[in-house]
């Protein structure tokens, strides 16, 4: 039995026998109705409207469920246009309101088939769930009429005029635009039950900001950082080499109007230094990637290709001292800019000399490569302030931080974005800090706590601590243990400067990718996380799955996902496909498999399922339902408590 005295604090809430059994009734209901359907998207990087529209939809579910409820009952053609509807209502809406040739008579028509299709789909995606979870979803200002029209027993001829008047009145009195984007919303609410986000939000794509708000409004969402998130985050702390090269990305893939109309980041003084510092030099050899056009803050690509030059120096630069201050890194082989001969343009690599193919270097001494000069230090003190002081990414980077961490277990699912670093002989690979060595889930749990210090300690009670915990987010950027990682190096320079030596430009997989997806590894690291391998999955994101060389996503005899399908546009070319989303309902795990996003267009992905379930998967069965059974125990306790006497009811003598 349960200390009498948390007995007695639950007994406030729970006053009398009689509200502690309606509420033992209540959970064990809950308990009874099957899970919801969790969704698992990896490395969006950016893509927003491709990233919209996979919520939207549901990654192709509602489409399914339309299908499922109408059949034949509705053309392909109608089912389309209802799917497109429900993705998109006030746009689908403006366009008949906008068709002169819809008379009124057709519209109102029009309008109540749409409410009588949308309450038959919204009956089929809440079924699972309790009428008091459905009606918290609702508009308040509808909730009372969308009960009713979902809960109304259409075989009762009683009820048939009731129903009807509900409908009518919303149309007669011209509300019935509001009511269908109401009902719309609220299909795309109780489809996806739980949003996970195994990494890489920012980066390469146009509007990573319009991606975090759009995650931040969803209704249970977690997040596992990836590298490129904790490149952002490292930014806001203050750390100068992940500013430089969060600039250099952004710049070099056109992401102009997230950096400045997004996150409001004043550019113009590295648009300025650069222009003048590199006047005269074409930068050919840092030209953008433009996959998508500015709307609001163009360019000109000669002057960005200037700034990207600009700023990739100067975090070459930043990366050297960090290197050199914290020996424990063991990066040394990436101090590179030391072992140029300038008055050659060569570099020395190994043993071997290398022609560069850009040999204008006006701010690097040579005698102190690593030095920034006057104006570069001036110019990183300037964007410095703009990050930390950008009041929409402290917004986002908080949100990152009280909803993300370095892995999740739920629902015996292990989701981690890159890697638990491993040998050669698949053993956990040790991290060395100042603080000691750590491998496997206690290095997660280490570095969980060391990147909550980069940012929430307060240095004046340990400038030391908070300074190491700020370098080390650039060493999970891009470092060779780091789990975010997952590579010997990142090749940053012999990208921009030897970008034709492909050998040198190779980055190495660290070995878990070839261990985990042999089944005895994957149970290996399952077991390390407390997870039972019969049962459990690991679920990553960071390599896009090459589809088109027929490279699969389930790997480890289906013990490992590998859902980084490229969603991105970056990766296209690659993968062959537009991304994955992993779906886990009470039947089934599912792959959604998905082509590249062109607005109004169908884009409906094909799903394949992956995995069936023994039985159905019930709350009960979950980590919320073991929560729950807990509370159910407690519960029963306490009534032992009232009928024994060792607690009194209120309100009786």
């Known amino acids: ?10 007994s406030k809430e729970f006053p009398s026998s009689r509200k502690a059994a309606a509420e033992i009734i209540n959970l064990r209901a809950i308990c009874a109705l099957p899970k919801g359907t969790e969704y698992f998207f990896s490395d969006i990087h950016g893509e927003y409207e491709a990233f919209s529209h ?33 993705y998109y209502p006030r746009e689908v809406i403006g366009k008949i309101r906008r068709d002169e040739s819809i008379s009124t008579k057709e519209l109102h028509e029009h309008q109540k088939i749409t409410i009588n299709r949308l309450i038959s789909i919204c009956r089929v995606v809440s079924s699972k769930y309790t009428r008091s979870k459905v009606r918290k979803k609702m508009p308040s200002d509808y909730a009372y009429a969308i009960d009713e029209l979902l809960h109304l027993d259409m075989n009762d001829s009683n009820k048939k005029l009731y129903y009807n008047e509900i409908i009518s009145g919303i149309i007669e009195i011209d509300f019935a635009d509001e009511f269908i984007i109401s009902l719309c919303e609220l299909i795309q ?13 920012f980066d390469r794509g146009a509007r990573p900001d319009l991606v975090m708000e759009e995650i931040m409004n969803f209704h249970d969402v977690d997040i596992q950082w990836g590298n490129h998130d904790i490149d952002w985050m490292g930014a806001a702390c203050g750390n100068t080499a992940c500013i430089a090269n969060v600039l250099r ?55 960005a290709a200037k700034m990207y030059k600009a700023i990739s120096i100067i975090q070459l630069k930043l990366e050297g001292q960090l290197i050199k201050k914290h020996p424990e890194y063991g990066l040394e082989k990436r101090l590179l800019l030391d072992k140029i001969d300038y008055s050659a343009g060569t570099v020395k690599i190994g043993n071997k000399k290398y022609k560069l193919n850009d040999t204008n270097f006006p701010t690097i001494d040579p005698k102190d490569p690593y030095a920034l000069s006057e104006g570069e230090e001036e110019l990183v003190r300037t964007l410095r302030l703009s990050f930390i002081h950008s009041q929409l990414l402290t917004k986002h980077v908080k949100f990152l931080y009280s909803h993300g961490a370095m892995y999740r277990s739920i629902n015996n699912n292990l989701l981690f974005h890159g890697c638990i670093p491993m040998d050669e002989k698949g053993n956990f690979t040790c991290m060395k800090t100042i603080d000691g060595s750590f491998c496997g889930k206690e290095l997660m749990d280490y570095l969980n706590v060391k990147i909550h210090d980069a ?71 399952l077991r390390e996380f407390k997870l039972d391998p019969e049962w459990a999955h690991i679920i990553n994101g960071h390599v896009p799955v090459k589809t088109k060389k027929g490279e699969s996503p389930v790997k480890a005899g289906g013990k490992l996902y590998i859902i980084d399908g490229g969603i991105s546009k970056a990766y296209h070319e690659q993968t062959g496909i537009a991304g994955y989303t992993l779906i886990f309902n009470s039947h089934h795990l599912a792959l959604a498999k998905h082509k590249a996003f062109v607005k ?26 073991k929560s729950l059974l807990n509370q159910i125990a407690d519960l029963k306790d306490l009534l032992k408590a009232y009928e024994s006497g060792a607690i009194r009811e209120k309100g009786k003598t």
């Open 1 to 10: 039995m349960r200390d009498i005295e948390y007995l007695r604090l639950l």
């Open 54 to 86: 996979l919520l939207r939809s549901s990654s192709g579910i509602i489409r399914a469920k339309i299908e499922e409820t109408f059949g034949n009952m509705m053309s392909e053609a109608e089912q389309l246009e209802l799917a497109n509807l429900i």
């Open 189 to 201: 609410n109780l489809t996806i039950d739980s949003l996970h986000i195994i990494g890489d939000i």
């Open 249 to 303: 990305i952004g710049i070099s893939y056109n992401s102009f109007d997230a950096l400045e109309d997004g996150y409001g980041i004043n550019l113009r003084p590295l648009s300025m230094f650069a222009a003048e510092i590199y006047r005269n030099d074409p930068c050919s050899c840092f030209k953008m990637h433009i996959l998508d056009e500015s709307k609001y803050d163009s360019v000109n690509p000669t002057l």
């Open 455 to 525: 940012y929430f300690l307060d240095p004046r009670d340990d400038f030391e601590k908070k300074q190491d915990a700020v370098d080390l987010m650039w060493y999970l950027w891009c470092g060779p243990n780091s789990p975010l990682f997952g590579k010997d190096k990142i090749s940053t320079f012999e990208r921009l400067f030897l970008r034709n030596e492909k050998e040198l430009c190779a980055e190495k997989h660290n070995p878990y990718y070839t261990f985990s997806a042999k089944e005895e590894y994957a149970d290996k690291i």
């Open 600 to 625: 109004g267009q169908e884009n409906t992905p094909e799903i394949q399922i992956t995995e069936k379930t023994k039985k159905r998967i019930l709350v009960r069965d979950t980590d919320v339902g």
